[in-house]
């Protein structure tokens, strides 16, 4: 699943005229399943070096996950919560679903979102990407926006 949330971000990246080289990507959530600490065999760390290597300039934000070693052993820490910082990123995942993140207020920044988790289904906004939904229809849509 790591490559496929790679590959469906940087095409959703593509919609807004960007290369996933270089993009700001901002992680939501870290650790293996919601609400807790552990990261044994979470996703989040294969996607969090998958976008490394694609060139995209990753963070992460995890309530429950302050820190963790990437692959060279270099210690990654979560961004502080700052809706400004926030703002700033060219595109956001969820990788957890932990029911402390503020979804509403990430929602509302505008930043496009792509939802490996289901955490934004009661926001039916155009900058929202729902696990699943093939690409021509992220184009109709964005097409539809841009007119």
Do not use: W
């Amino acid at each position: 699943m790591p490559d496929y949330v790679v590959s469906k971000t940087a095409q959703i990246l593509n919609l807004y005229a960007k290369s996933i080289k270089n993009s700001k990507v901002l992680l939501l959530g870290m650790a293996y399943k919601p609400n807790v600490d552990d990261l044994r065999e979470s996703p989040g760390l294969r996607m969090f070096e998958l976008f490394k290597a694609s060139g995209a300039l990753v963070d992460y934000y995890d309530p429950y996950v302050g820190s963790f070693k990437d692959k060279r052993g270099d210690v990654v820490k979560s961004i502080p919560y700052d809706l400004q910082s926030m703002s700033k990123y060219d595109c956001m995942v969820t990788v957890t679903h932990h029911q402390l993140l503020p979804y509403k207020e990430l929602a509302d920044l505008g930043v496009p979102i792509f939802d490996t988790r289901n955490a934004f289904k009661t926001y039916d906004l155009p900058h929202i990407y729902k696990l699943g939904t093939p690409l021509t229809a992220l184009e109709e849509i964005h097409l539809e926006l841009a007119y």
